[in-house]
């Protein structure tokens, strides 16, 4: 597809990699709504990335048909959806998880990406055009000690990836799933700092670099799935 003039909702564009997303494609000529739960975040977002703000919780449904109003009201089309919005939970022994653990992060990283793939979805339908990118991790591919909640959490992602891919190529939607291993934003951090950034870890741009690519091929086909590793991230 091209950038140029296309219309691209970004959930969770705040910070991190939805932010150096939106400011990629906003460079490119796209318009580019993000959301997020801070308005002192989302506000200086939008004024370093050209994006257009919206607060919202993708763990709430309100929120979610909200952000769709806006869009239908703003752009009346959508091409793209990043569901990107994701957040971790505090590494656990299976001993030691519970329920609450569990619902807190699937309402954001399953139920929340679902909802907001299903609107997105139904406006693509209707379009007969469309994509979707989900942002996974190499959590959604391999499992880890203390992971349960976080792991299983975007396995559900690549599993739903999948199904979205079998029901919406007919009407020409591609979906597709970008997998991160560990990139210096500010995730996990209660304080929402962003870690420094080193020379061997991958940053934002890089995650935000292989959306656009993989946007980017011509709309007669479509990568179902990319993982991005850093070359050398041992060395100290
Ligand atoms: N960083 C990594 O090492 C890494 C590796 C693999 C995969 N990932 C995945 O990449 C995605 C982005 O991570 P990141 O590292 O950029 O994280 P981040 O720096 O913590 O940024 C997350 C963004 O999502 C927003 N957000 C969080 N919960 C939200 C909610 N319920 N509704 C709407 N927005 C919400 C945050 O803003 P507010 O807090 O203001 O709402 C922020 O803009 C996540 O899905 C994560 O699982 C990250």
Redesign the pocket.
């Known amino acids: 597809m091209k950038i140029n003039g296309s219309k691209i909702l970004i959930?969770?564009?705040?910070?991190?990699?939805?932010?150096a997303t939106a400011k990629i494609l906003v460079e490119g000529g796209a318009g580019v709504i993000?959301?997020?739960?801070?308005n002192d975040?989302?506000a200086s977002?939008a004024e370093e990335t050209g994006a257009i703000p919206f607060k919202?919780?993708?763990?709430k449904s309100e929120?979610i048909e909200r952000t769709y109003q806006f869009v239908r009201e703003k752009w009346g089309r959508l091409d793209v959806l990043v569901n990107?919005?994701?957040?971790?939970s505090q590494s656990k022994h299976l001993t030691d998880v519970t329920e609450v653990d569990f619902m807190n992060v699937y309402q954001?990283?399953v139920i929340?990406a679902a909802m907001m793939a299903k609107y997105a979805a139904q406006m693509f339908k209707e379009q007969r055009y469309g994509n979707i990118i989900n942002?996974?991790?190499?959590?959604a591919r391999k499992g880890y000690e203390k992971g349960s909640v976080?792991a299983s959490s975007?396995f559900a992602l690549r599993g739903m990836t999948e199904c979205w891919q079998a029901e919406l190529r007919r009407y020409n939607v591609r979906v597709i799933l970008i997998?991160?291993?560990?990139?210096?934003?500010?995730?996990?951090?209660p304080d929402?700092i962003?870690r420094n950034v080193r020379s061997n870890r991958?940053r934002?741009e890089e995650?935000a670099h292989t959306v656009k690519a993989s946007l980017e091929m011509d709309d007669r086909g479509f990568i179902p799935e990319l993982t991005v590793f850093a070359t050398n991230p041992w060395e100290e």
């Open positions: 959930t969770g564009g705040s910070l991190g990699i939805g932010k993000i959301t997020g739960r801070d975040r989302l977002a919202a919780d993708v763990a929120d990107n919005a994701g957040i971790g954001v990283n929340g942002i996974a991790s190499t959590a976080y975007k997998n991160p291993s560990e990139v210096t934003t500010a995730f996990g951090n929402r962003e991958l934002s995650i």
